[in-house]
């Protein structure tokens, strides 16, 4: 049964006798739609993937970084330091004489010590001065590092360090390292949303981790300096640059 209100316009309809407004119906409708909004909404929520990936990249060095020097001892603290110094001068005379630029060459370390003999029962007894001076010599043309060595050890040096090797452009190497880094990512990234049936919405972060580049452990061969015989063998091996790369993924139904 339809009628109308007084004071309202439009139909109402007649429920047992109840009058009841359609406008008023329709606003109810409206506002219980509303309400359900925010439960729709955080059903629908991305899920956070987070991963990382390290890229790597096999250089072969081009340069190597000599650590060498000079080490005396004599009676006193002057003649030890005479002594090391005419021999040090020697040997740097020799490294750039063999190629190596003086901006190339930097002093790593310097040292003048008493030395003692120690008896039982007795004072410690001077019997002496140590000097010693060493200095970081980087090796451009790296074929030539054996060379180098044979020579500044026959002009004086005594001390041969160590050697290590590096790269003259590592941001060529570290920039492809990056590369194949975000290529690991997007491939995990892949192979996770797939096989829990998501899907990537979107790269939610994106940075950089640790870069650094190691080498195996070098091997140098000393050997006596004769005409018929090879310089000293030095093996660089390769470098191995990497880049690791922290990312964070939108994943959705």
Known sequence: MTSSL????G??????????????????LIGGAASAGPAAMAAEAPTELSLSA?????????????QMGVTVEAPTGAEALRLNRERM???LATL???????????????GLSPQYVYEANKPPRLTGYVASNTVSATVREIGRAGAVIDAVAASGANQINGISFDI????????EARRRAVKALQ???ELYATATGLHIQRLARLSEGARFAAAPAPRVFAMARMADQAPTAVEPGELKVQVTIDAAYDLSR
Do not use: M
């Not at 109402?12 to 606003?27: E, Q, T």
């Not at 750039?96 to 310097?110: E, H, N, W």
């Open 168 to 175: 003259s452009d590592r941001k060529k190497a570290e920039d």
């Open 96 to 110: 750039k004489a063999s190629g190596v630029a003086a901006r190339d060459i930097q002093t790593s370390g310097f």
């Open 187 to 189: 491939d995990k990234a």
């Open 11 to 28: 139909p109402v309809i007649s429920f047992l006798g109840a009058p009841v407004a359609v406008g008023v119906l329709s606003l109810a």
């Open 54 to 66: 390290t890229g790597e990249v096999e250089v072969a060095p081009d340069i190597a970084v000599l």
């Open 89 to 91: 001068n020697a040997a």
């Open 6 to 9: 007084p004071g309202r316009s």
